[in-house]
């Protein structure tokens, strides 16, 4: 917090995806920060059309490699 960075950890149980996280993660994040004024990044292989369609729907734009 004394740098300004924020640092927010979903844990779930073995069943749940790394998908299903990264959207509760996401949804928790809505709350701290800006996504207008941030960029979100996600592991190669990781985006789906399903990601993309959950941040579309929630306004946050994301970049492609």
Do not use: H, P, W
């Amino acid at each position: 917090m004394l740098n300004d960075y924020i640092i927010d950890r979903e844990l779930g149980n073995f069943r749940q995806t790394k998908r299903e996280l990264m959207k509760m993660n996401v949804t928790n994040a809505q709350d701290l920060m800006d996504f207008a004024k941030s960029i979100l990044t996600l592991d190669r292989g990781f985006l789906s059309l399903e990601i993309m369609a959950f941040l579309n729907k929630k306004d946050i734009y994301l970049c492609k490699d």
